[in-house]
Every structure is written in structure tokens, then in C-alpha cells.
């Protein structure tokens, strides 16, 4: 298709902004901008950004280089939002995450060791975790970082995740299951990929997700 100068796309900019009522009253939503490099994506997504003036802005950015690193996508992030010092050893990380998810949620508490694969430490080991069966884990991790974002993101948010074609598989998985908890979470999801295969597709996996495709 022919590339429109970015005044003429006003049925782009009528959907973004249609997409940010629902999300002020609750009701989250994921709208994918897919298109080759320089068709105006980035551009699409600062409106996006200026539309969402009043909310908590929050950006991913995924790195070609890093598409078979786990969770890479995530980590910048989940480290930022947790904000803890995690720099000792695995029983330090485990005390400083375990005083972090207390001041959250009591039950989030014994299972802090699942966040070492994301955030990338060493996390001593819980009762809990120990007798978690290892292909339950990354479901349980899911619920956790879920549990986590749904109490600690609990105004209008709007978060873009740029270049998800080059995401790795389990922050694909991750923001697939965040994408089923969008219709109760006020979170605005946008992102942005080339129109080929790899990373994150809201359509190809399981569950697909509904997404505002433009």
C-alpha cells in the first residue's frame, strides 16, 4: 500500500483515540500497529502517548539481539517497578523480594524465587516453590507477575512495547497472559512490529488475543 503522509491517517488516530475512554473507566485494551520501518508506527505511538497524558506511561523496547535471551523484555521494567536492591546473594534477593511482594499482597510472599528467571538473580529457594511441579512454574510466575502489576498498576496506565517481532518467547508468553487480564485491568497496551513472523502476534499463540490490528 502506499505511504499516506501522517495528517491523512485519521482513521488510525480515530480508532488510538477510541481506544483510551474505555481504559480511563477500567477496561483495558491491546491495539497492535504493525508496518514496515518508517511508515510511521513511532509516530502513531507518541499520539498514542500525548492522548495518555494524565496516565502512568510506561515503554519496552525489545533488541533484535536479544530474542533468545528470556524475559529480556520484561526485566528493565519489572526491575524498575519493584524497586529493590538486589545485588546480594540468592538469600539476600530472597528476604528483599519477599519484603517487596509483603507490602503487596501477604500471598504473593512464597513465591518471590520464581521472579529470579525474570529479573535475572539468584533467589534462594521456598518450601512452596520447591514442591511446585516444574511444568506448573512458568503458569505460577504468570499468576505471581500478574498478581503483582494488577495491584501496583491500579490507575490508568498506558504501556507500549516497541518492536515486539524481535520479543523472545517467554516474554511473549508473559504478555499474552497479561493480555487475558486487560478487560479488568485499566491498562492501555500498545505494540509495534514489523509485519513479519516471530516475537509477538496478539492473533498467533494461545489464547489468541482480540487487538485493535491497524
Not at 110 to 115: D, K
Not at 137 to 151: F, I, K, T
Not at 172 to 192: A, F, I, K, V
Given at each position: 500500500?502506499?505511504?499516506?503522509?501522517?495528517?491523512?491517517?485519521?482513521?488510525?488516530?480515530?480508532?488510538?483515540?477510541?481506544?483510551?475512554?474505555?481504559?480511563?473507566?477500567?477496561?483495558?485494551?491491546?491495539?497492535?500497529?504493525?508496518?514496515?520501518?518508517?511508515?510511521?508506527?513511532?509516530?502513531?505511538?507518541?499520539?498514542l502517548r500525548d492522548n495518555c497524558g494524565d496516565m502512568r506511561q510506561i515503554g519496552l523496547r525489545c533488541e533484535q539481539y536479544e530474542t533468545s535471551t528470556?524475559?529480556?523484555?520484561?526485566?528493565?521494567?519489572?526491575?524498575?517497578?519493584?524497586?529493590?536492591?538486589?545485588?546480594?546473594?540468592?538469600?539476600?534477593?530472597?528476604?528483599?523480594?519477599?519484603?517487596?511482594?509483603?507490602?503487596?499482597?501477604?500471598?504473593?510472599?512464597?513465591?518471590?524465587?520464581?521472579?529470579?528467571?525474570?529479573?535475572?538473580?539468584?533467589?534462594?529457594?521456598?518450601?512452596?516453590?520447591?514442591?511446585?511441579?516444574?511444568?506448573?512454574?512458568?503458569?505460577?510466575?504468570?499468576?505471581?507477575?500478574?498478581?503483582?502489576?494488577?495491584?501496583?498498576?491500579?490507575?490508568?496506565?498506558?504501556?507500549?512495547?516497541?518492536?515486539?517481532?524481535?520479543?523472545?518467547?517467554?516474554?511473549?508468553?508473559?504478555?499474552?497472559?497479561?493480555?487475558?487480564?486487560?478487560?479488568?485491568?485499566?491498562?492501555?497496551?500498545?505494540?509495534?512490529?514489523?509485519?513479519?513472523?516471530?516475537?509477538?502476534?496478539?492473533?498467533?499463540?494461545?489464547?489468541?488475543?482480540?487487538?485493535?490490528?491497524?
Amino acid at each position: 500500500p502506499e505511504k499516506l503522509p501522517f495528517v491523512d491517517r485519521e482513521r488510525e488516530r480515530a480508532v488510538l483515540a477510541a481506544s483510551v475512554a474505555p481504559v480511563r473507566m477500567g477496561f483495558g485494551t491491546l491495539v497492535e500497529l504493525v508496518g514496515e520501518p518508517g511508515i510511521g508506527k513511532s509516530r502513531l505511538a507518541a499520539e498514542l502517548r500525548d492522548n495518555c497524558g494524565d496516565m502512568r506511561q510506561i515503554g519496552l523496547r525489545c533488541e533484535q539481539y536479544e530474542t533468545s535471551t528470556p524475559y529480556h523484555a520484561f526485566r528493565p521494567f519489572l526491575r524498575s517497578i519493584l524497586g529493590v536492591e538486589l545485588n546480594g546473594g540468592g538469600k539476600h534477593n530472597r528476604v528483599a523480594l519477599a519484603e517487596r511482594l509483603a507490602a503487596v499482597d501477604d500471598d504473593l510472599v512464597p513465591w518471590a524465587p520464581l521472579l529470579a528467571a525474570p529479573l535475572d538473580v539468584e533467589v534462594d529457594s521456598t518450601p512452596e516453590v520447591d514442591d511446585l511441579d516444574p511444568s506448573f512454574r512458568r503458569a505460577r510466575l504468570h499468576g505471581l507477575v500478574s498478581s503483582l502489576l494488577g495491584r501496583l498498576l491500579d490507575s490508568p496506565t498506558l504501556l507500549v512495547l516497541e518492536d515486539v517481532h524481535w520479543m523472545d518467547d517467554a516474554s511473549s508468553e508473559l504478555l499474552r497472559h497479561l493480555g487475558t487480564q486487560l478487560p479488568t485491568r485499566p491498562w492501555l497496551t500498545c505494540t509495534t512490529r514489523r509485519a513479519e513472523g516471530g516475537g509477538f502476534a496478539a492473533a498467533e499463540g494461545t489464547p489468541p488475543l482480540p487487538a485493535l490490528t491497524l
